[in-house]
């Protein structure tokens, strides 16, 4: 028997769809919001979940979003069932994730059917022309969303200072699965943090890092390129070398990112990494051009690693290159931009193989 997740708040409504799915034999689970929905829908894995966009707390975009971010849960279609009807509300909706879009009220007539159509493969889709536009307006949304998160959390770590720990977790966790979310609309960087986390974790603990600087080097790894939620990324996915303009673009990001983090005060180091990622040894790097002598051993490891899985990754504007290519790379950008000694512990993992498992994962 299938099971449907209904995540909704209003008694009625759920009375109406739970009787209509279960005479269908279907097996109906509820939620009154985003909070909850999110850990029924971990534990029980449900077939394809219903989502009320209006519910308290966090509402059904970020929810959307957050679950389809959750690795065993990427794949479960999830519908869109709102009486948000004016312009844009259905595009809202499938840039935040969801795979279809029903209106309030429903029909008790043809309602079972339009399900069935979902679990039979049908997928919304936004215009190719208007994804942009929405996928951006979204992504501002969830930017100002987090600022009102981080004056939440400031606040409550005056008052609950015992449990800052733990806060820092959950932020660290919200912002990295937002990271996640707008990389797996893009075929060309989906993964991409997750696995240069993975690289540059392996490097930290060839290399000897206390456990303080591998969290450090942790954090920094999946935040590295938040400050993509928030700039136009939809130029990655065209064919072909990119135009200065787009390149432009792109170099933006570590500047965002750093301050997107800076109202987290326990995020200073992570912050540096983020800001700091692509700057060179012989200072041709950006955004600030800093030099040697300026660049600390975590960032130099983290980027090794983010350069790695830009080398052995297939974007639309490059083919992914050989591993002995990407060593000799590597090499060669000893002491231009990579670090010799964190260049000479990547090779050792590469050569004893012991990178195999990220590699083959992205494959």
Not at 105 to 112: A, L, Q
Not at 195 to 216: F, H, N, P, W
Not at 220 to 229: A, E, R, S, T, Y
Request: with cysteine; hydrophobic share 35%.
């Amino acid at each position: 028997m299938r099971t449907i997740l209904y995540i909704e708040d209003n008694f009625e409504n759920k009375l109406l769809v739970r009787r209509l799915l279960e005479n269908a034999g279907y097996n109906v689970l509820e939620a009154d919001d985003g909070i909850s929905g999110i850990q029924l829908a971990m534990e029980k894995r449900p077939d394809l979940i219903i989502m009320d966009i209006n519910i308290p707390g966090m509402d059904g975009y970020e929810a959307t979003t957050k679950i389809k971010a959750i690795e065993s849960l990427a794949k479960t279609p999830i519908v869109a069932l709102t009486a948000n009807v004016m312009k844009g509300d259905r595009e809202k909706s499938l840039v935040a994730g969801c795979d279809g879009y029903m209106q309030k009220p429903i029909n008790p007539d043809t309602f079972v059917d339009t399900i069935e159509e979902y679990f039979s493969g049908r997928r919304d889709l936004v215009k190719p022309a208007e994804q942009s536009h929405y996928l951006k307006q979204y992504s501002q949304k969830l930017v100002d969303r987090l600022e009102e998160k981080i004056l939440e959390l400031e606040q409550k770590n005056k008052e609950l200072e015992q449990k800052s720990r733990k806060m820092e977790e959950v932020y660290v966790s919200v912002i990295s699965s937002l990271t996640r979310a707008i990389e797996a609309k893009h075929p060309s960087t989906a993964g991409h943090s997750e696995r240069v986390t993975r690289y540059a974790t392996r490097l930290g603990e060839k290399m000897g890092l206390s456990k303080r600087d591998l969290k450090i080097l942790r954090r920094g790894g999946m935040l590295h390129d938040v400050g993509k939620i928030v700039i136009e990324l939809s130029t990655i996915d065209k064919p072909g070398e990119l135009a200065d303009g787009d390149w432009n673009e792109m170099r933006k990001h570590p500047d965002v990112g750093a301050q997107i983090l800076e109202p987290l005060r326990f995020l200073e180091r992570e912050l540096a990494l983020v800001q700091n990622h692509h700057e060179r040894l012989d200072g041709s790097g950006y955004p600030r051009g800093l030099q040697e002598n300026q660049i600390d051993l975590l960032t130099g490891i983290l980027s090794v690693a983010d350069a790695f899985d830009a080398m052995t990754s297939k974007r639309s504007y490059k083919k992914a290159v050989s591993l002995d290519e990407s060593v000799r790379i590597l090499r060669d950008g000893v002491g231009k931009q990579f670090m010799g000694d964190v260049v000479q512990a990547m090779v050792e993992l590469i050569e004893e193989r012991k990178l195999d498992d990220i590699l083959h994962a992205a494959m």
